[in-house]
């Protein structure tokens, strides 16, 4: 993963720093031991690393410019000046020229800051897909940013305090979500957002955001075409460069990445998998199914008890605030077991699902709409007076349960599970931490991203809503932390630009037909996939670990002895 850090004071500070950023820098690339490249002046610095060729700056007359990630520009004359002299350099010219509207021009994964001291102004913003993330702080006239709060940290002066409502969305989401951080005082950008400082005052602006076209009427037959050759070329650009494996779980998403990367190779692709000896959890069966059809340089691993014990305080160090995603452990197994195999770069399926309907929740939210979207009249005068003054027994009380769902609206609706939510807040932290916290807050920042979501059906918004809380937020720090811990690069051939833009105008009715998840992706792929993997139910590196913990002594400790710290802490 490595990073990108730096900081730009408004008002000169004197004399350059490299000492500073030299151990701010330190942070970003101390567990896959990237190179460092770092420039700095009177008025900041900024620095970059990145495995390969990932990290470029720039520093000219009194500007300075670093990128960070894999990114190409759409403009030919940005383009051509990119590959003559740089991403870094292309980028300030972009910038002199177009200032923030270059970003709409700019395409990939990246993270990226200009600092301009002459103008007196820094900008920063991260990809559309949220793949390289990017945190920041206003200290005083300065403002400091970097890829991790421990490189933030490492600036002179700041003071590291926890932000207690970020403790209390953590439980909620099991992450915490962006802009917010665990460190007070700190923000973090969203996907497509970037942040002007000038002036004192840092303001945010979206660059580029999801917008659905609901209304494209296409063949099947062109759509498919066009699905297939951009999910080509997508895999052909995200194995362009080094020794190149692919993570397979044996789903649709890894299945389809490892099938290709064997097509635009043309040899044998390696692909890494993960099981456990664990009733219920293990996919290896589908894994094996996938090789042996796409003729894989096939690897396995089986994660143990003692294996997730060893991990955790490793996977605690290398990300930068609490995370509760266990699949996190097999992740780091499977990327270390690529790493050990000589593999430099991995390729991950994420983003399949929240691109073109795969979540099992978006069936559920289905069925609940077919009662939600019948005429309140209907509901309130007829059919909900009726039910409710039934008993609630057998058939009638499932019934009266799914309409008490249904009549919630979204997305409240779609978080009703919550475990927080069941549990009831007071009976989880003490009275003195909630009175110090907003326990309204996550359900005020769920109904605002799904409100803001450019779209009219109910799956396209479920989907804007997950491109967020699922995707960025989740899964992409998951997978992108563990590689880093096991000293490689991953790249989400899924994220491509180009295939989310098709994703965008597909037909609601083709991402979930009825209550049938995936409908165009599968029926798109059928010949290519076997057909048990297109017909299998989705299940993924999900780590047994309730089951472990009631067994495995050691694990048990470490959960317990986590609990005792937080209640010392008035949690």
């Given at each position: 993963?490595?990073?990108?850090?730096?900081?730009f004071?408004?008002?000169?500070?004197?004399a350059?720093?490299?000492?500073?950023?030299a151990?701010?820098?330190?942070?970003i690339?101390?567990?896959?031991?990237?190179?460092?490249?770092?420039?700095?002046a009177?008025?900041?610095?900024?620095a970059?690393?990145a495995?390969?060729?990932?990290?470029?700056?720039?520093q000219?007359d009194?500007?300075?410019?670093?990128?960070?990630?894999?990114?190409?520009f759409a403009?030919?004359?940005?383009?051509?000046?990119?590959?003559?002299?740089?991403?870094a350099?292309?980028?300030?010219?972009?910038?002199?020229?177009?200032?923030t509207?270059?970003?709409?021009?700019?395409s990939g994964?990246?993270?990226?800051?200009?600092?301009d001291?002459?103008g007196?102004?820094?900008?920063?913003?991260?990809?559309?897909?949220g793949t390289?993330?990017?945190?920041y702080?206003?200290?005083?006239?300065?403002?400091?940013?970097?890829?991790?709060?421990?490189?933030?940290s490492?600036?002179p002066?700041?003071r590291?305090?926890?932000?207690?409502?970020a403790i209390f969305?953590?439980?909620?989401?099991?992450?915490?979500?962006?802009?917010?951080?665990?460190?007070?005082?700190?923000?973090?950008?969203?996907?497509?957002e970037?942040?002007?400082y000038?002036n004192?005052?840092?303001?945010?602006?979206?660059?580029?955001?999801m917008?659905?076209?609901?209304?494209?009427?296409r063949?099947?037959p062109?759509l498919k075409q066009?699905?297939?050759?951009?999910?080509?070329?997508?895999?052909?650009?995200?194995a362009a460069?080094?020794?190149v494996g692919?993570f397979?779980?044996?789903?649709?998403d890894?299945s389809?990445?490892a099938?290709?990367?064997a097509?635009v190779?043309?040899?044998?692709?390696?692909t890494?998998s993960?099981?456990?000896?664990?009733?219920g959890?293990?996919?290896?069966?589908?894994?094996?199914?996938?090789?042996r059809?796409f003729g894989?340089r096939h690897?396995?691993?089986?994660v143990?008890p003692?294996d997730?014990?060893?991990?955790?305080?490793?996977?605690?160090a290398?990300?930068?605030q609490?995370?509760?995603?266990?699949?996190?452990?097999?992740t780091?197994?499977c990327?270390k077991l690529a790493k050990q195999?000589g593999?430099?770069?991995?390729l991950?399926?994420?983003?399949g699902?929240?691109?073109?309907?795969?979540?099992?929740?978006y069936?559920?939210?289905?069925?609940?709409?077919?009662?939600?979207?019948?005429p309140s009249?209907l509901r309130?005068g007829?059919i909900e007076?009726?039910a409710f003054a039934l008993?609630e027994?057998g058939?009638i009380?499932?019934?009266?349960?799914?309409m008490?769902?249904?009549?919630?609206?979204?997305?409240?609706?779609y978080?009703n599970y919550?475990?927080l939510?069941r549990l009831?807040?007071?009976?989880?932290?003490?009275a003195g931490?909630?009175?110090s916290?907003d326990?309204?807050?996550?359900?005020?920042l769920?109904?605002r991203?799904?409100?803001?979501?450019h779209a009219?059906s109910?799956?396209n918004?479920m989907?804007?809503?997950?491109?967020?809380?699922?995707?960025?937020?989740n899964?992409?720090?998951?997978v992108t932390?563990a590689?880093?811990?096991?000293?490689?690069?991953v790249?989400?051939?899924?994220?491509?630009?180009?295939?989310?833009?098709f994703s965008a105008?597909?037909?609601p009715?083709?991402?979930?037909?009825?209550?049938?998840?995936?409908?165009f992706f599968k029926?798109?792929?059928?010949?290519?996939?076997?057909?048990?993997?297109?017909?299998?139910?989705k299940h993924?590196?999900?780590?047994?670990f309730g089951?472990w913990?009631?067994?495995?002594?050691?694990?048990?400790?470490?959960?317990?002895?986590s609990?005792a710290d937080?209640?010392?802490?008035d949690?």
């Open positions: 993963m490595s990073g990108l850090c730096g900081w004071c408004r008002e000169r500070a004197g350059a720093r490299p000492d500073v950023i151990t701010m820098a330190a942070a690339g101390r567990f896959d031991g990237s190179a460092v490249r770092n420039t700095c009177n008025f900041g610095a900024v970059a690393a495995i390969g060729s990932g990290a470029d700056v720039f000219h009194e500007q300075l410019v670093a990128l960070w990630g894999r990114a190409h403009d030919a004359e940005l383009a051509e000046l990119a590959q003559r002299d740089g991403l350099h292309a980028l300030a010219q972009g910038y002199a020229r177009k200032r509207g270059v970003f709409a021009a700019l994964s990246f993270a990226l800051a200009i600092l001291g002459r007196r102004e820094a900008v920063l913003a991260i990809d559309r897909m390289h993330p990017l945190c702080r206003v200290a005083g006239d300065t403002l400091v940013f970097g890829s991790t709060l421990d490189a933030i490492a600036f002066g700041i590291q305090e926890v932000d207690r409502q969305d953590y439980v909620y989401f099991h992450m915490v979500p962006a802009p917010g951080a665990i460190q007070a005082g700190v923000q973090r950008l969203l996907p497509g970037y942040l002007s000038r004192g005052r840092a303001e945010t602006g979206r660059y580029w955001e917008r659905f076209v609901e209304d494209q009427q063949s099947f062109d066009t699905f297939l050759s951009v999910l080509r070329q997508s895999v052909r650009d995200a460069h080094g020794t692919a397979l779980s044996g789903g649709t890894s389809t990445i099938g290709m990367l097509e190779a043309g040899e044998p692709a390696r890494y993960i099981g456990f000896e664990a009733k959890f293990d996919e290896m069966e589908y894994a094996r199914i996938a090789a059809h894989t690897h396995e691993y089986y143990t003692d997730v014990v060893k991990a955790i305080p490793a996977i605690a290398c990300f930068d609490p995370f509760g995603n266990s699949s996190a452990v097999p780091y197994y990327a195999d593999v430099q770069t991995l991950g399926g994420d983003g699902d929240e691109l073109f309907g795969g979540n099992t929740r069936a559920k939210q289905y069925l609940y709409s077919l009662y939600s979207d019948l009249m309130k007829l007076p009726i008993p027994i058939i009380g499932k019934a009266q349960r799914y008490r769902n249904a009549m919630q609206p979204m997305p409240a609706r978080d919550n475990l939510e009831g807040a007071a009976n989880v932290f003490t931490f909630l009175g916290v326990p309204q807050l996550p359900q005020a769920m109904a991203t799904y409100q803001q979501a009219q109910l799956i918004r989907l804007a809503f997950d491109l967020k809380y699922t995707l960025a937020d899964d992409l720090p998951k932390r590689c880093e811990l096991a000293g490689l690069e790249r989400y051939p899924m994220l491509d630009d180009a295939l989310v833009a105008s597909l037909a009715g083709l991402k979930l037909k009825g209550a049938r998840l995936r409908y029926q798109a792929l059928r010949g290519f996939l076997p057909e048990q993997i297109i017909a299998k139910t993924g590196f999900g780590l047994p089951p913990l009631q067994t495995h002594a050691p694990l048990r400790q470490i959960a317990l002895d609990l937080l209640k010392k802490r949690i």
